[in-house]
């Protein structure tokens, strides 16, 4: 996909360009959000007549942040949290999460679309201890040294670094390079959540990762990959992942399967087991 150092199709802004469709606004459409174009719809038809259970990876996603924040809200102590490529503010926000259990949370939301800025802005104007920013995720210099960042967060004391349901929106192999950096800075004692559209390597979930990677990558997005756990691992350099469940399972799970609220009275779907969350610490 182009030359070696040209941009991911996600690192160029989306702009107010009603013909483009929206990693933010698709997302949130599957959440149940109303923000979203016509041309946004064409892409999710398209995703939900090939998997029709494919929303089950938006919720699962968003479901892993939610108990994510809540866990390290209240089990950390940390107090900063740079939340990158945060998404339209759907109901539950890492902010509103975090300051439940500790009002003084500070947090920090980068994203590069408009229609996200927009919202954020407007919803974040009332909390002194909230802020949004523009800045390209998959540049991390520019997210280090962003002025927002480094006036609300300190880099020098353990910080939550968010990066979910971003990194799958790069194409090419630079993710564990794009993390290593991040990871670089990170205080030791920060944390990392992370998850990642997800190839379980099984055969009728792998098919569902193709179906709907197929729709993305050559769609007009052009980016929306599913990597198997080892690719998925190997952008987590250095870390201590936080066992994922009560059971001695295996490292990397689907999202929905990251210490879940309580029992499952259902199985999962196939499309559920394609997006993988993980919460892991910088010894
Ligand atoms: N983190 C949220 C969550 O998991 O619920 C939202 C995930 S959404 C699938 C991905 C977000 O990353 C979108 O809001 C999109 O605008 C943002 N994004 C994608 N590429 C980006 C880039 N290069 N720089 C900044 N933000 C980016």
Redo the contacts with the bound molecule.
């Keep these: 996909s182009g030359a070696p150092n040209s941009?991911?199709p996600?690192?160029?802004?989306?702009g107010v360009d009603p013909t483009r469709p929206?990693?933010?606004r698709?997302?949130?459409g599957f959440?149940g959000g109303k923000d979203h174009y016509e041309v946004d719809r064409v892409v999710m038809r398209k995703i939900n007549d090939a998997v029709p259970e494919a929303v089950h990876i938006?919720r699962g996603?968003?479901g892993?942040?939610n108990r994510a924040c809540r866990f390290l809200a209240a089990q950390s102590k940390i107090e900063q949290y740079l939340?990158?490529?945060?998404?339209?503010p759907?109901a539950e926000n890492?902010h509103q999460i975090v300051q439940r259990t500790n009002p003084d949370a500070r947090v920090v939301y980068?994203?590069?679309?408009p229609v996200?800025l927009a919202h954020g802005r407007a919803l974040l104007e009332e909390n002194e201890n909230v802020h949004i920013t523009?800045?390209?995720?998959?540049?991390p210099s520019t997210v280090l040294k962003n002025p927002v960042v480094s006036t609300h967060l300190d880099l020098s004391e353990p910080l939550v670094l968010?990066?979910?349901?971003?990194l799958?929106?790069?194409e090419g192999d630079g993710g564990p390079a794009v993390m290593q950096e991040y990871i670089d800075a990170l205080a030791p004692g920060s944390y990392v959540v992370f998850?990642h559209f997800f190839d379980p390597e099984t055969p009728g979930q792998t098919e569902i990762a193709k179906k709907i990677e197929e729709i993305l990558v050559k769609g007009p997005m052009g980016?929306g990959r599913f990597r198997t756990r080892d690719e998925i691992l190997a952008m987590l350099p250095g870390l201590e992942i936080i066992k994922p469940n009560a059971t001695t399972g295996p490292d990397l799970v689907a999202c929905d399967e990251w210490w879940p609220d309580g029992p499952r009275l259902t199985p999962l779907s196939d499309s559920a087991h394609c997006i993988a969350g993980i919460v892991a610490r910088k010894p």
């Design positions: 941009p991911s996600s690192q160029v802004p989306v929206s990693i933010a698709i997302y949130d959440l938006a996603n968003r892993f942040l939340d990158c490529g945060s998404g339209l759907t890492t980068v994203d590069n679309d996200v523009e800045a390209d995720i998959f540049t968010l990066h979910v349901g971003t799958h929106h790069l998850s980016a």
